[in-house]
């Protein structure tokens, strides 16, 4: 089925600012509080949010096969299930409703006022209820910067790294909307130099510049996804923000990997952009220096997009601080790789799980996407704008990621993924 809510040529009868993340070519899903305080999935397009139960209840989406309360959820979980077919028929759907050259709702005022909301009319929820998340070490860039800090420069990639998409089990209980403070944890720690842990705040706390992408039910308990299918199984993208508590982490990681150090918070962008919506910036991953097992292989090579990333510190006096500029094209593995090694032992994957990236740090100082790096573990302290140094976060720190796909016709992008650090709990 053509994808025509990509047409770049389609201009909406709503106001799209031109530096705008939410052009008619976006469209992506999220769940929202009303003014009415109602929760209902809703889209976007410039900053006017759209509820999806109201339309479908006008009769909207007539022709398509819905179900009656298949918006007037709090989670996208249900909308997600549906599969490719009716993701797309609702994306192309909204598109032409919201085109300057359809009359049908753009003439109805009365309709628009329980459709259209403003932003601050609402309040973004967390959009889909995540069972399972799953992070990876995508970016050889990451491993190797943080495998030098640990281990040296001879042995800063592990044997498996260039052979397998590394990945650990993460915590989805503690994974946050965009806006939700994120308070300073406790726990144990080594200090340096002693031979016996401590406990108390963590000295530490720092970000992760990942992306995250949300699956459908893909495979049934022992069966897994050829990798040239995964694309089906994909839903869309979140900016993702999952904060480390470094010092936590150093102590607690061996043998078994990150713990407490990672699962007292992880941040996600509210509004999930589609597979769809970032088809037109698809572009290759870097050439893998090993070749991956057959079940490793892609067909296509266009398996990567082209997503600049930002990462900014605000303080608490407004300055804003510009921390990294990296890209998603910098992953090493690709998601369909991802998905298919984590297919591949039949370990089954569902409607919203969550796969992180890792940290998508790219080659250069300037692009690195944790403070670890930027500051080299603490030996090279960020001066920011108001004087004071970093080397990792301080209370008061209000963390923004950032992440938009840019061409000459279009942009698109996820809108703000924040969290501003509270002192840790008396
Ligand atoms: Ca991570």
Redesign the pocket.
């Known amino acids: 089925m053509k994808i025509t809510a990509n047409d770049p040529n389609r201009k909406s009868w709503l106001n799209v600012e031109s530096d705008s993340d939410f052009p008619i070519q976006n469209i992506p899903f999220g769940v929202f509080l009303s003014r009415d305080d109602i929760i209902t999935i809703g889209t976007r397009i410039g900053d006017r949010a759209i509820d999806l139960g109201a339309l479908h209840q006008l009769g909207y989406f007539k022709g398509i096969p819905l179900t009656d309360d298949l918006f007037l959820q709090d989670t996208l979980n249900d909308f997600i299930a549906d599969g490719r077919m009716t993701w797309r028929l609702i994306r192309n759907r909204i598109s032409e409703l919201f085109d300057e050259n359809n009359t049908t709702l753009k003439n109805n005022e009365a309709h628009q006022k329980t459709i259209i909301f403003k932003m601050d009319e609402i309040e973004m929820q967390l959009p889909v209820d995540i069972g399972d998340y799953t992070?990876f070490y995508s970016s050889k860039e990451h491993a190797t910067n943080v495998g030098i800090m640990f281990r040296g420069k001879d042995n800063a990639l592990m044997p498996n790294w260039l052979h397998i998409p590394v990945g650990y089990h993460g915590r989805s209980s503690s994974i946050v909307v965009s806006g939700t403070p994120i308070r300073r944890p406790h726990g144990q720690t080594l200090p340096l130099g002693e031979t016996q842990p401590v406990f108390g705040p963590s000295q530490r706390v720092d970000m992760?510049l990942?992306t995250a992408f949300i699956t459908t039910a893909a495979n049934i308990l022992g069966e897994s996804i050829p990798i040239d299918e995964t694309d089906e199984y994909i839903f869309g993208m979140v900016m993702f923000n999952?904060w480390s508590a470094r010092d936590i982490q150093k102590w607690e990681y061996v043998p078994l990997g990150p713990f407490l150090g990672k699962s007292f918070a992880s941040t996600i962008s509210p509004w999930i952009v589609t597979m769809d919506a970032l088809e037109p910036f698809r572009c290759e991953s870097p050439k893998q220096e090993v070749t991956p097992l057959p079940y490793l292989q892609q067909k296509r090579t266009d398996n990567s997009y082209d997503i600049k990333l930002q990462a900014i510190l605000e303080t608490e006096n407004g300055d804003k601080n510009l921390l990294s500029q990296s890209n998603f094209k910098y992953m090493y593995w690709t998601m369909a790789q991802q998905l298919a090694h984590h297919t591949v032992n039949g370990c089954n994957v569902r409607t919203g799980d969550m796969m992180?990236s890792?940290?998508l740090s790219g080659p250069t100082k300037d692009s690195y996407g944790s403070m670890l790096e930027i500051t080299w573990a603490g030996k090279e302290p960020l001066t920011l704008k108001d004087g004071t140094k970093r080397v990792f976060f301080n209370d008061g720190d209000n963390v923004i990621l950032h992440g938009y796909c840019q061409n000459e016709n279009v942009r698109i992008g996820f809108g703000e993924c924040e969290g501003k650090i509270l002192p840790a709990k008396k």
Do not use: F
């Open positions: 992070d992760e990942e999952d992180g890792g940290t």
